[in-house]
Nanobody, 121 residues
Framework: QVQLVESGGGLVQAGGSLRLSCTAS????????MGWFRQAPGKEREFVGF???????YDADSVKGRFTISRDSANKTVYLQMNSLKPEDTAVYYC???????????????WGQGTQVTVSS
């Protein structure tokens, strides 16, 4: 049974930082791309970025230069470091696992429960 457990969300002031973690179990971590998505109220789910075993990451234009994705294969954990946060970054953040290297949320078979990030102005 595959599980993705996220942690690290919370309330932060604009300009602050947060680091989200997502720990996977029940899958071969090296065989999966680990993606981060976010969804703000009333908006569609948005791709943030992904990391895969090749070490490459891709960050969506809206977060480039501010967010960084990394992975710890030994602990089956992927991180989303968020710096210079803005109120428009407020959303529920999800991690997800896909057997493909992809930005499309429908290609991700497994999802975490989501963690709320709120950025106050």
């Amino acid at each position: 049974q595959v599980q993705l457990v996220e942690s690290g969300g919370g309330l932060v002031q604009a300009g602050g930082s947060l680091r989200l973690s997502c720990t996977a179990s029940g899958l071969t971590f090296s065989s999966y791309a680990m993606g981060w998505f976010r969804q703000a109220p009333g908006k569609e789910r948005e791709f943030v970025g992904f990391s895969w075993s090749g070490g490459t990451r891709y960050d969506a234009d809206s977060v480039k230069g501010r967010f960084t994705i990394s992975r710890d294969s030994a602990n089956k954990t992927v991180y989303l470091q968020m710096n210079s946060l803005k109120p428009e970054d407020t959303a529920v953040y999800y991690c997800a696992a896909s057997a493909q290297v992809t930005m499309r949320h429908r290609d991700y078979a497994y999802w975490g429960q989501g963690t709320q990030v709120t950025v106050s102005s």
